[in-house]
């Protein structure tokens, strides 16, 4: 049962990422590119977005056949990167207007066009893998892509288990994701709502998945991947994770951010994570407070190392 890290815009970047690598997830995705920002050599993109180690994959958006081709090529062969996931499933207004992520459910052949284009034109060693959402306005079309992802040469497809309407409310279905893994031979890989090594446990075994991908679970807790292995190969959960971890872990954060960033200060990402690890600590409200009023690594380091000593 392979465990992915979803593409999370904001969230899953190059220091966040480097921190996951220690629980080793089989595979970890950029947050999502923009192949337009990609084609106007926007710096935040090449120099941030796209700041990646081997083996990691990247994810990229649009909408235009060529251009989805040009940045796949682009990412593959200049960047060495063996896997280009195309996003099928963001359900953001700003996104949805311009026809990309999820609004391309509404044209299934495009989706079909964009992914065999790409299949031609990349190497045969690198992986191809379609992301998307179980349907849009109102549709479901869930077997749809699954037997589009197969016959376009996916390598998998990852499955949302809510349609672009629901966003991020009610709860993924789980049903519809089942019935895509019996409807196609190629991988399937789970999303939605996994936030516990049981979720993970209960969801794969109901639906027969080859392998989950985790997204809002694993905020301000990669400890999930390691539970979520313990959970399968062991049967119980082993890792628990007390206070002193989750302030140990924000201070390795914030130190491994210094380190990747010794030009530029990203204390608006730093903090949104920081918050994270504190969650229902004894005191987390006050130290969150305490949190959004620092501007510099070393006085977060500080604060959070003060806390520790309070535990
Ligand atoms: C903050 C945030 C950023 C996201 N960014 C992306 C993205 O860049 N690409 C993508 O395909 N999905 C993105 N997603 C969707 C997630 O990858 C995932 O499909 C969704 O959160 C459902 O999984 P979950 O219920 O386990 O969180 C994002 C979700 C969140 C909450």
Redesign the pocket.
């Known amino acids: 049962m392979k465990i992915y890290i979803?593409?999370?815009?904001?969230?899953t970047d190059y220091t966040f990422r480097g921190l996951l690598d220690e629980y080793k997830p089989d595979l970890m995705f950029t947050?999502?590119v923009s192949i337009n920002a990609l084609e106007m050599e926007n710096e935040k993109t090449l120099n941030q977005i796209l700041r990646i180690r081997d083996g990691e994959a990247v994810?990229i958006f649009g909408k235009d056949i060529d251009k989805m081709v040009h940045s796949a090529k682009y990412i593959t062969e200049k960047l060495g990167v063996k896997h280009i996931d195309v996003?099928a499933?963001?359900p953001v207004n700003k996104i949805i207007r311009n026809g990309y992520g999820a609004a391309l459910l509404e044209e299934p052949d495009h989706i079909k066009r964009i992914l065999c284009e790409i299949r031609e034109n990349i190497a045969d060693d690198v992986d191809l893998s379609l992301?998307t959402r179980v349907g849009y306005k109102g549709l479901k079309q869930h077997k749809l892509v699954g037997k589009i992802a197969q016959e376009s040469g996916c390598k998998h497809i990852t499955i949302?288990g809510r349609t672009r309407e629901q966003m991020?409310s009610g709860k993924?279905d789980w049903e519809l994701i089942k019935e895509v893994k019996e409807s196609i031979d190629i991988e399937v890989i789970g999303?939605?709502?996994?936030f516990t090594a049981e979720d993970a446990y209960e969801k794969v075994k109901y639906s027969g998945v080859d392998g989950i991908?985790?997204?809002?679970?694993i905020c301000g807790n990669p400890w999930l991947v390691q539970q979520i292995r313990e959970k399968f190969e062991l049967g119980e959960v082993k890792t628990e994770v007390t206070s002193e971890d989750r302030l140990n872990m924000a201070i390795k954060h914030t130190l491994q951010a210094k380190l990747d960033n010794p030009n530029k200060v990203f204390l608006f990402e730093l903090r949104k994570h920081l918050c994270w690890y504190l969650k229902g600590m004894r005191n987390g409200a006050a130290l969150k407070s305490a949190i959004n009023l620092i501007d510099s690594y070393d006085e977060l380091v500080k604060l959070l190392e003060r806390a520790k000593e309070n535990l």
């Open positions: 979803a593409p999370l815009a904001g969230v947050e999502m994810q996003n499933g963001c992301k949302h991020y993924a999303n939605g709502d996994i991908m985790l997204a809002r679970g």
